[in-house]
């Protein structure tokens, strides 16, 4: 399965998926008392290493180009893995991983933001919905540390996003993630020396499943997108949501209630919409040029 038609795309995207909703459910499995810089530490190192056979793929003579942005993205996304431990093991699987979706939504602000691009109106419903959405989920009185912790993973994801249009050019994905994982070690050791928890060899089980599945949903997403346009098949990201939910049905005995169906389908739904959209967008040159689609 290489990606190179639309079928063979979402099915990779919705395995991708599927793949990182195992790795959110390895570090919910690991429970409360998991000492998170530890881990973090644990997890930066076993992604270098599942990394060295693409070594090929870095360049080697211009490694710390654009230095900046990469220590940069390296902390923001440092602390979203931060923020995702302390949401996935305080909220319910699926409801972390609805308010992940979030990010998506706020890439189109920051976009405004950092770039001045101009939303659309479709794009502008998306944001608002979204954040009503939010609302639903978490309503004022369910406003936890985990559910602020899940908005922190969403803003990291949507400033890494936005960040990436910035880095070379000529960099490649796998540049992009060793320089990632490389960049933040140093912090990840030093924070967890500070929190001073006695080692605990079990992480080794969760840190390698959990690097192993995000490296897998990352290679599955450039597959299906290398051969064929976004919006063709972008809406199946969203299959993860559904991951999510049998996840923590089955897994940790999850039910999900009213309030999360209502917020997650505000979330979401308008981002398939727009998915959809710009797929009908992108086909109507194509049926006034007389080739079937």
Request: proline share 5%; net charge positive; hydrophobic share 55%.
């Amino acid at each position: 399965m290489r990606g190179h038609t639309v079928g063979s795309a979402i099915a990779l995207l919705v395995i991708g998926n599927a793949l990182a909703v195992v790795s959110d459910a390895l570090i919910k499995w690991q429970g409360t008392d998991l000492p998170i810089f530890q881990f973090i530490f644990v997890r930066m190192l076993i992604t270098l290493g599942l990394l060295l056979p693409l070594i090929q793929h870095v360049d080697h003579r211009r490694l710390f180009a654009g230095w900046p942005l990469h220590v940069l993205r390296s902390h923001m996304g440092f602390f979203g893995i931060y923020c995702m431990i302390v949401a996935l093991t305080t909220l319910p699987l699926a409801t972390a991983n609805a308010l992940f979706y979030v990010a998506p939504i706020l890439v189109m602000v920051f976009s405004v933001l950092v770039f001045g691009e101009r939303l659309r109106g479709i794009s502008l419903f998306a944001v608002i919905s979204g954040f009503v959405g939010i609302a639903v989920i978490l309503r004022p009185v369910e406003l936890t540390w985990g559910a602020l912790s899940a908005l922190g993973v969403a803003l990291s994801l949507a400033l890494t996003v936005v960040l990436v249009r910035k880095l070379p050019t000529h960099q490649t994905m796998v540049h992009t993630l060793f320089m990632t994982q490389l960049l933040g070690l140093p912090t990840a050791g030093v924070l967890a020396w500070l929190e001073g928890a006695p080692w605990q060899a079990d992480i080794l089980f969760t840190a390698f499943g959990s690097a192993f599945f995000i490296l897998a949903y990352n290679m599955t997403v450039l597959l299906a997108y290398r051969h064929v346009p976004a919006s063709e098949v972008t809406s199946a990201e969203y299959t993860g949501l559904l991951s999510a939910l049998l996840a923590g049905w089955w897994w940790f005995q999850e039910v999900p209630d009213l309030w999360f169906v209502l917020g997650s389908t505000l979330i979401i739904g308008p981002l398939v919409l727009i998915s959809v959209l710009e797929k009908r967008r992108t086909r109507v040159p194509i049926r006034t040029a007389g080739i079937n689609p």
